[in-house]
């Protein structure tokens, strides 16, 4: 019997992500307004892509790669369920409206704490996965302080800082897969502790 090797699912991962960060991120720094593209790359890309690749992370026994994907996977769709929820009528209730700004800022901010407590157990893996997930803290960060303060320029730094995030992502995607396939390092990821 053949050896039952399970394939990397983590570039499927980090591309849903990185992706989708840098699509939503071009909106906030002020490049182009939100519509159906980032909502579309938000349920099924930056969501649905994770969820799978967070579940099959679980399937190769990676804790870290579970919790993280999965996490994220429905971060995105969870956001884009507070977009589009207050957009469908149903009746008058209040609980169907967006969520305010504190509200916003609240959850921003506890997506950030949970990703700074992942940048920690990052500090036993490689230099790349520690800059995703210090800048994606970062961005969490200053995109709660946006919301809670109103402020546009915090937002477009937010963005600018969230497209580095993204690209970030994708570079550990893109250097996984051509380090694989090549069998030797074609792009460096930093040494794994």
Known sequence: MGENRLSNPAPLGLMGFGMTTVLLNLHNAGFFGLGSMILAMGICYGGLAQVIAGILEFKKGNT??????????????????????PQIKFGADPLWKGPSKLAMAAYLFMWGLFTFYLFIGTLKLNKALQVIFLTLT???????????????????LAGYEGI?????????????????VYGRTVLPIGPVK
């Open 164 to 180: 580095f995030c993204g690209f970030s992502a994708i570079y550990l995607a893109c250097a996984e897969v051509l380090n694989e």
């Open 64 to 85: 870290f790669g579970t919790t993280a994907f999965t996490s994220y996977g429905l971060f995105w769709i969870s956001l884009v369920m507070l977009l589009l929820i």
């Open 138 to 156: 970062v961005l969490f960060w200053l995109l709660a302080l946006a919301d809670a303060t109103g402020s546009a320029s915090i937002k477009i």
